[in-house]
């Protein structure tokens, strides 16, 4: 059945870290003529062809994107992948490099061949050592075995890969944050344009794309663009690896075909086998997307288009559900403290909106909240929007304005607990330290 192929984890628990496992499970069986037979524009047609949209959040088509990436410029293309992985609740991309890190390299050499890179970066966040340590020796096994380097496989085709071990800051998630930490610079957000596939690493044209988005290549290749996208919806093709965690009985990564309906991943005993408790929301796709409430789960399926409908994202994967005994208000505050720290300090509206958003949050867990805090929060959170140079402070502004709206009464009770919660709040003029 449909719903039963994987196609990023099959290789889960099999031993695939080892080059010669892999390849009896199937691997670089990509890597001949029936790669290098193809343009580069026939490999960009056929991922075009199976619907494969980015999986680190922004969904945008995988094929489209590499059109987009310019050719005999004279100057060298190249292929970023962002393992950073630092959106709260998201940990999939970890367990697929350390658990079938050759499935990546293989993708990267797809990816290579259809853009015409000679050179790949995986920029992995600096705290994951064992998935740093499980691509370091893939890779020196591939390089071994005469699949990357030079003239690979008899061809023409010179392809090299690197690891490169990042800052571990949450802003270099951002595409343009990555490649100016890439570089050695700070870790900070560009102006574009110029976007990266025409202006990227070094001045050059650079494609960036997700762990799981590379990692769908070489099943795509092995068996067909038509049998993927008839794996997930209409306008997306292919499956989703999800990062389960929270309020469920079994919590874990899965992987299930676009569409499937929100509360079968946490219900099913194929995925998160139940609710623990009574369901009081989910996040659906990491930190930076809105909650949605028990209601609006039930008729809540895993694809862009009805999270959209929802007024809420897809997002990384990351499914986060809270039960009852869950203080939301709390939640937000945990989440309006991280955003204020992770900003790079670079817009105004980020450094010093997030700051404010954290010190009005502190006051109300504090029980120095007063009326007006909340209008005021949604006020900052609007004031986000189109405001910045990168999505971090709309990445607080949107779950910030949903959780605020549905659970108002909770936010409400909190500042209550002021005797003093009827009279203006008086704003400091001092700023005790750093970004707030």
């Known amino acids: 059945m449909a719903e039963k192929i994987k196609v990023c984890t099959s290789n889960f628990g099999k031993g695939a870290q080892d080059i010669a496992v892999y390849k009896k499970l199937g691997g ?30 922004a969904g945008f088509p995988t094929g489209l994107k590499w059109s987009f990436v310019p050719r005999n410029t004279g100057k060298p293309v190249y292929i970023v992948v962002n393992a950073d992985e630092g959106e709260p609740g998201t940990f999939k991309d970890h367990f697929l490099m350390t658990e079938d890190p050759h499935r990546l390299i293989e993708g990267l050499i797809i990816a290579g061949w259809a853009l015409g890179s ?15 340590e499980s691509l370091n020796k893939a890779l020196n096994q591939a390089y071994a075995e005469g699949l990357l380097g030079k003239n690979i496989g008899g061809t023409k085709f010179s392809f090299d890969i690197f690891v490169h071990r990042g800052a571990g800051a949450y802003i270099c998630g951002e595409e343009t944050a990555l490649i100016n930490s890439l570089e ?24 960036v794309n997700n762990v799981e988005t590379l990692m ?14 008839a794996l997930g ?6 499956t989703k690896v999800f990062c389960v965690s929270g309020d469920v009985k079994r919590t874990g990564v899965y992987e299930a075909p676009l569409g499937t309906p929100l509360m079968e991943l946490l219900t099913s005993s194929d995925y998160a086998c139940g609710i623990d408790g009574t369901l009081k929301g989910v996040i659906p796709g990491g930190s930076s997307c809105p909650a949605l409430l028990p209601e609006e789960c039930e008729k809540a399926t895993l694809d862009y288009e ?9 997002g990384s994967g990351a499914v ?6 869950r203080d939301v208000v709390v939640l937000l505050n945990t989440l309006g403290n991280f955003y204020s720290h992770e900003s790079c300090g670079q817009c105004t509206p980020c450094r010093e909106g997030t700051g404010y958003a954290k010190r009005i949050l502190n006051a109300i867990i504090n029980g120095e909240g007063h009326d007006g805090d909340l209008e005021l929060l949604l006020s900052i959170a609007d004031q986000y929007n189109g405001t910045t140079i990168c999505p971090l402070a709309p990445a607080l502004g949107a779950p910030m304005t949903a959780l605020i709206k549905k659970y108002r009464s909770e936010f409400e009770a909190y500042i209550e607990k002021n005797p003093n919660h009827g009279s203006p709040r008086i704003c400091a003029t001092y700023r005790p330290g750093a970004f707030w």
């Open 118 to 132: 000679r050179t790949a970066y995986i920029y992995v966040r600096g705290e994951f050592l064992p998935c740093i």
């Open 306 to 314: 009805c999270m959209a409908g929802l007024k809420t994202m897809f």
């Open 28 to 57: 670089y069986a990509n890597i001949s003529s029936r790669l290098f037979d193809l343009s580069q524009f026939e490999v960009i047609d056929l991922v075009q062809r199976s619907g494969l949209r980015g999986r680190g959040g």
């Open 184 to 207: 050695g610079q700070k870790g900070q957000p560009r102006l574009k344009p110029p976007f990266p596939a025409v202006s990227g690493a070094w001045k050059s044209p650079t494609c």
């Open 216 to 229: 769908a290549l070489p099943w795509i290749f092995q068996n067909s663009p038509e049998a993927y996208a």
């Open 233 to 238: 919806t209409a306008c997306a093709g292919g």
């Open 320 to 325: 986060m559900p809270f039960n009852t005994t």
